[in-house]
């Protein structure tokens, strides 16, 4: 495959307009963000959690008011009762960072059921098994931070959503401390769930994914990156930035379910069809929508090649009025 782009670019007339080249994925689905078509799902979520866990915090509490078992619904629909009958002593039992996530998302509205609340969470199993205190964690991060953090972990990889092939949560995360500016729009999204993005979009932010690739890039356009990073570093195809047309439908899936999980406070939910969210249910089950432009192979004429063994006046080139180029698998003068 690298040989193939190799190629391609080579080529005069793909040398033109390499803008227009690296707005195109090279497959149907993005090299960056997908196995041959399947979610490439993040080996270690909970690599998250040493990003926010404190080296020192308080003692865990020796008795608490309830405790809550493992469940994101079951945390917040318990946890606001429990909260709402004044226990203040509040112990989560779970093994998924999501629930560590989407609590330190939920608790400045949860604190605000409980002011004097105090929310730990028992985590892990075996030799990984520790307490973490949501109280400290949140003070840690700021108000600001905390409740961004859904919307950055559904971006950077979750159980439903990708994450970008090479870049674990701790890269991420310290991308995030180098880019701050992102924060601004990671809160947004977590204060209105299900905001429906466009590539034009003010809070449509691929700045934070050139940064994630090239922490010294003073390039906006994630296009522009793909480009630089390909030709004048030598990065393979599964190591630059997805396309700005697959990035947006990777930020539309984050942003589906950063919106589920920001809003599981709510007694009666209203989740959109995921559909409107750049998913797609073409027979039994749900696939991600990975591009709307089309691959390069179908977007660059250029791209077409024959295998002529006559005179090339009647192939696929001389069809689509282009000449044999070193592509080809022919004899013509013009493929030499």
Excluded at 311 to 317: A, F, G
């Amino acid at each position: 495959m690298l040989l193939f782009l190799a190629n391609c670019i080579s080529l005069c007339r793909i040398v033109s307009d390499l803008k227009e080249f690296f707005s195109h994925e090279i497959q149907s689905f993005p090299p960056s963000l997908s196995d041959f078509g399947k979610l490439h799902l993040p080996n270690t979520k909970s690599e998250l959690l040493k990003c926010i866990e404190l080296s020192t915090q308080p003692e865990p509490l020796s008795s608490y008011d309830c405790i809550i078992l493992d469940g994101a619904v079951l945390v917040h629909c318990h946890m606001q009762h429990a909260l709402q009958q004044d226990m203040r002593k509040i112990e989560v039992r779970t093994v998924d960072t999501d629930v560590v996530v989407i609590l330190v998302g939920a608790f400045r509205a949860l604190s605000g059921i409980q002011p004097l609340a105090d929310i730990w969470v028992a985590f892990g199993m075996g030799k990984n098994y520790r307490f973490l205190s949501i109280n400290a964690i949140c003070d840690s991060l700021g108000e600001p931070k905390a409740q961004a953090l859904p919307v950055f972990h559904a971006l950077t990889g979750c159980d439903t959503n990708s994450a970008f092939k090479g870049k674990g949560k701790k890269t991420a995360w310290q991308a995030w401390q180098v880019f701050q500016a992102v924060t601004n729009t990671f809160v947004h999204l977590a204060q209105h769930p299900f905001e429906k993005l466009t590539a034009d979009s003010e809070h449509f932010k691929a700045k934070a994914i050139v940064v994630l690739y090239d922490r010294t890039s003073p390039l906006s356009s994630v296009n522009d990156a793909r480009e630089g990073l390909f030709c004048r570093k030598n990065r393979s195809v599964e190591r630059i930035p997805p396309t700005k047309d697959a990035l947006l439908q990777h930020t539309r899936q984050a942003v589906y379910q950063a919106g589920i999980w920001t809003t599981s406070m709510q007694t009666h939910q209203v989740i959109p069809s995921s559909q409107e969210f750049s998913w797609n249910k073409p027979s039994n089950s749900w696939e991600p929508v990975w591009i709307t432009v089309p691959e390069v192979s179908k977007a660059c004429r250029e791209l077409i090649k024959c295998s002529c063994k006559g005179d090339c006046s009647n192939c696929k080139c001389a069809k689509a009025n282009i000449i044999c180029s070193p592509l080809c698998n022919c004899k013509c003068s013009h493929s030499n």
